[in-house]
C-alpha cells in the first residue's frame, strides 16, 4: 500500500517537482459566490508530465470534485484510499492530507488551477495584480505577465482541459466526467 500511496503522491508533486518554492503565478481564491448558478459534480482523472521530463509518464490521480456558489469540495484518492481533501468556501480553505502525502503538494497551487478552469474569465480578471492578464486567445486563455505567457489553458472537448504552465514547469491534463446522479 505504501508504493500506492508514493506513485500517487508523485503526481500529486509533480506540480512542484522541489520543496515549494514562492509560487512563479500569482495566487487565486475567488470566492465561489462568482460561479452564480454554476454547478459542477465530476470525477475527474488528472494526469501531470513535468515539462522538463517530456517522455517520462505521466503521474494520475482520481478526484471527485463538487463546486458550486457555496464552495468547493475536492477529494483526491489512491487506489480507492482518500489522501488529500480539500474544501473552499470562499474564506478558509481546508486541508485534510494523508499522513503519507508530502509537504510539496500545494493546495494553494491546485486552487489557483481550479480557479482558472472552472471561474468565469471576468472574476479571474478581477483578482489578478497589477501586471498580470487573463486573455482569451483562439486556443484557449493564458496567463500573462508584461504580454508572455505563463499558462496556457485549452479545453480540446467538453470533457477534457489541459494546462501548460511553463512558469512552474508541468503539464495537467483534466478529464472529466458528471459524478452519478448529479
Request: with cysteine; proline share 8%.
Given at each position: 500500500?505504501?508504493?500506492?500511496?508514493?506513485?500517487?503522491?508523485?503526481?500529486?508533486?509533480?506540480?512542484?517537482?522541489?520543496?515549494?518554492?514562492?509560487?512563479?503565478?500569482p495566487?487565486?481564491?475567488?470566492?465561489?459566490?462568482?460561479?452564480?448558478?454554476a454547478?459542477?459534480?465530476?470525477?475527474q482523472?488528472l494526469s501531470?508530465?513535468?515539462?522538463?521530463?517530456?517522455?517520462?509518464?505521466p503521474?494520475?490521480?482520481?478526484?471527485?470534485l463538487?463546486?458550486?456558489?457555496s464552495g468547493?469540495l475536492?477529494?483526491g484518492?489512491?487506489?480507492?484510499?482518500?489522501?488529500?481533501l480539500?474544501?473552499?468556501?470562499?474564506?478558509d480553505?481546508s486541508?485534510q492530507?494523508h499522513?503519507?502525502?508530502?509537504?510539496?503538494v500545494d493546495?494553494?497551487?491546485?486552487?489557483r488551477?481550479?480557479?482558472?478552469t472552472f471561474w468565469?474569465?471576468?472574476a479571474?480578471?478581477?483578482?489578478?495584480?497589477e501586471g498580470?492578464?487573463?486573455?482569451?486567445?483562439?486556443a484557449?486563455?493564458?496567463?500573462?505577465l508584461?504580454?508572455?505567457?505563463?499558462?496556457?489553458?485549452?479545453?480540446?472537448?467538453?470533457?477534457?482541459v489541459?494546462?501548460?504552465?511553463?512558469?512552474?514547469?508541468?503539464?495537467?491534463?483534466?478529464?472529466?466526467?458528471?459524478?452519478?446522479g448529479?
Amino acid at each position: 500500500m505504501n508504493r500506492r500511496l508514493l506513485l500517487i503522491t508523485a503526481l500529486l508533486t509533480a506540480c512542484a517537482s522541489k520543496p515549494p518554492a514562492p509560487s512563479a503565478l500569482p495566487l487565486l481564491r475567488l470566492p465561489p459566490a462568482a460561479l452564480g448558478s454554476a454547478r459542477f459534480a465530476l470525477n475527474q482523472r488528472l494526469s501531470v508530465t513535468r515539462l522538463d521530463q517530456p517522455d517520462a509518464p505521466p503521474q494520475r490521480v482520481e478526484v471527485q470534485l463538487q463546486l458550486d456558489a457555496s464552495g468547493l469540495l475536492l477529494a483526491g484518492f489512491a487506489f480507492g484510499q482518500r489522501v488529500l481533501l480539500m474544501q473552499w468556501n470562499g474564506q478558509d480553505l481546508s486541508v485534510q492530507r494523508h499522513p503519507m502525502l508530502p509537504a510539496e503538494v500545494d493546495t494553494d497551487r491546485m486552487l489557483r488551477d481550479l480557479c482558472l478552469t472552472f471561474w468565469p474569465a471576468e472574476a479571474v480578471r478581477a483578482a489578478l495584480p497589477e501586471g498580470w492578464a487573463w486573455v482569451d486567445t483562439a486556443a484557449g486563455q493564458e496567463l500573462q505577465l508584461g504580454g508572455q505567457a505563463r499558462l496556457a489553458l485549452s479545453r480540446p472537448s467538453t470533457k477534457l482541459v489541459e494546462i501548460v504552465n511553463t512558469a512552474e514547469g508541468y503539464r495537467l491534463l483534466i478529464e472529466s466526467q458528471p459524478q452519478e446522479g448529479a
